[in-house]
């Protein structure tokens, strides 16, 4: 059983949206809510809107809206039940216990981080004795002092099959709990083994301070060189960052996306307490949500090699739409930072980072890298090329800069420059048109929720049945004389109707009807889509007659359902009968 539906409607009533929403983002009076920048996505011209009345928040930018909670869950990167946890520490309330699954799910999470952290001892105690030499005389042949080894954790995993898994059951943890920490990987015979054997090992600690997952290098042998916990009930790869919890507490006001561990705990050590790393994958959108919420700033240390010049530019991308200011460092005559500081020492690193270049200064230095630019023929392919990426940049004036600057590089006249750019920028906004005229043809599919997953099957009944919800969800008298001629099963919308029916659940149960409370009982896409509905909503001059219309517009194709129905069963029953004779 979930948390109690009352406890999540006094939570939410409870709840001041917009004083939650103020801890991160600046929020400004407009009409009767507040505007502010999306967290979710960069934006320079304010989409994101909170209702205070209605107690739910909707950009019309990403599509991003939702109730408190939903806020929480995406801004913290909490599951539901910790999100909920939080507001109700906020606000004096105290979470109900249960013998259910979501408490069930609660206890399990914080036996695993208590796993975590007596495993992560384990490890650097095993780091510390004889069996782990070789593992510490490596760190320290990489440069790492004592003191930076223990600030990190870090430690070494023994070769033994089973070692760490018999330590732990020895301190009272289940089978079930290692291997759903990935501590460990179930055999044939039903037993378990270490996932981690002759390593050296990193400890992935959570913002809150929590030891949530491990990386692991390979010492000899076998096996990836790096190996990472999957994801558990406590760790997500693409929500989490390694040393974010170290470089949040910087003061620089920026944070430096290094590739490895290595990388990230030699920045630290050299003074540079603002570096972190992904873990082993790809930089996600919500790492950078995350970063935006430390710093404003981004500073892309990647590899130098072909791999690091695709994801940094990956990286540009996703780092600008979280709405952060991004630099690329080139670091000469070294492959990585870590490399560079110990050839060079911190003042010489710091000195680069005071040179960065702009993201849009790195992109066209890569594309410049692929051609020669003393044959006139690499020159022409350079400049168009250039030229495609400059049309996309958004500010005229570092349109006009670049522009310039990739003339005098490739030897040609800034008009003949400024031509090309201006050709590129008209094709691309030639497609863009085209494509908006190809959706403009689709009337069917415009009706269609933006929300991967939801899809109307009858768009004239379903159209109908959002506005009506748009006005039920602000008059409850409304709402309970609709109830009286319109059941829930007669929306074509299971979606919809499912708001409807929740609606009128909380209406006849004597509560106040806040969107924010019905979007309680809905999946993410189905909040997000409701939030659009109710932010699109344009004041009616008569209500009731408005309703009135799209009730019977509602009931005419259901009836029309109905008889479809019963006609395919009678040409069902006719075929059987012309089968038989």
């Not at 699954?101 to 095993?126: I, M, P, T, V, W």
């Not at 991004?326 to 911190?346: C, M, T, W, Y």
């Not at 349109?399 to 030897?411: D, N």
């Not at 099963?489 to 708001?499: N, Q, R, T, V």
């Amino acid at each position: 059983m979930a948390l109690p539906q009352s406890f999540l409607d006094e939570l939410i009533y409870r709840c001041d949206i917009v004083e939650v929403i103020s801890k991160y983002v600046t929020l400004k009076r407009s009409g009767s809510g507040y505007v502010g920048l999306c967290p979710f996505h960069n934006e320079k011209t304010p989409s994101f809107s909170v209702s205070g009345d209605k107690q739910f928040f909707h950009c019309f930018g990403c599509g991003e809206g939702g109730n408190v909670i939903t806020f929480i869950m995406k801004e913290e990167n909490l599951p539901f039940p910790e999100a909920v946890k939080l507001l109700a520490d906020m606000y004096g309330m105290t979470v109900p216990e249960d013998d259910g699954g979501s408490d069930q799910a609660r206890r399990l999470r914080e036996r695993l981080y208590a796993l975590n952290k007596d495993a992560a001892r384990f490890y650097h105690s095993c780091l510390m004795e004889p069996e782990g030499r070789r593992a510490l005389e490596y760190l320290q042949g990489r440069g790492l002092s004592r003191r930076t080894i223990v600030s990190f954790g870090l430690g070494y995993a023994p070769a033994d099959w089973d070692r760490l898994s018999r330590a732990m059951l020895d301190k009272g943890y289940t089978k079930y709990e290692i291997e759903s920490a990935w501590l460990a990987r179930k055999n044939k015979s039903g037993g378990i083994y270490d996932a981690f054997r002759d390593r050296v090992m990193f400890p992935i600690i959570d913002i809150r301070g929590n030891v949530i997952a491990f990386g692991g290098r390979v010492m000899e042998g076998d096996g990836p060189k790096y190996l990472n916990s999957g994801d558990t009930p406590v760790f997500s790869k693409s929500r989490n960052l390694f040393a974010m919890n170290l470089a949040k507490k910087s003061k620089a006001g920026r944070l430096i996306l290094a590739e490895g561990y290595m990388d990230v705990i030699a920045l630290h050590q050299a003074g540079f307490d603002y570096a972190v790393a992904s873990l082993g994958t790809a930089l996600t959108a919500e790492q950078t949500r995350l970063m935006s919420r430390y710093a404003k700033e981004a500073i892309i240390c990647y590899d130098s090699d072909a791999a690091g010049q695709r994801a940094a530019q990956k990286a540009i991308d996703l780092l600008n739409r979280a709405g952060m200011e991004v630099k690329v460092l080139r670091i000469p005559d070294a492959k990585d930072p870590d490399e560079f500081i110990k050839k060079n020492g911190s003042e010489a690193f710091a000195l680069l980072l005071d040179k960065p270049q702009s993201d849009s200064e790195y992109r066209l230095a890569v594309i410049r890298s692929k051609y020669a630019l003393d044959q006139d023929a690499q020159k022409i392919e350079y400049s168009k090329e250039a030229a495609v990426y400059i049309s996309t940049v958004q500010s005229p004036v570092e349109r006009e800069i670049l522009t310039h600057r990739v003339a005098q590089e490739a030897g040609i006249s800034a008009a003949a420059m400024e031509a090309e750019v201006k050709r590129a920028f008209t094709a691309a906004l030639r497609r863009e048109r085209k494509k908006e005229e190809s959706e403009a043809l689709r009337p069917v599919r415009a009706v269609q929720p933006r929300e991967t997953g939801l899809r109307y099957d009858n768009p004239r009944s379903a159209l109908c049945e959002e506005k009506l919800l748009a006005l039920l969800l602000e008059d409850p008298e409304l709402l309970r004389r609709t109830g009286a001629v319109l059941a829930p099963e007669m929306f074509s919308s299971p979606f919809l109707a499912k708001i409807y029916q929740r609606a009128l659940e909380l209406e006849r149960g004597g509560h106040e009807i806040v969107p924010a409370a019905v979007m309680a009982g809905l999946e993410e896409a189905e909040a997000r889509h409701l939030t659009g509905i109710l932010s699109a909503k344009v004041a009616s001059a008569d209500a009731e007659k408005e309703a009135a219309d799209y009730i019977a517009v509602i009931r005419e194709e259901h009836a029309k359902k109905q008889t479809e129905g019963d006609d395919r069963l009678m040409d069902a029953l006719s075929r059987k009968r012309e089968r038989k004779g």
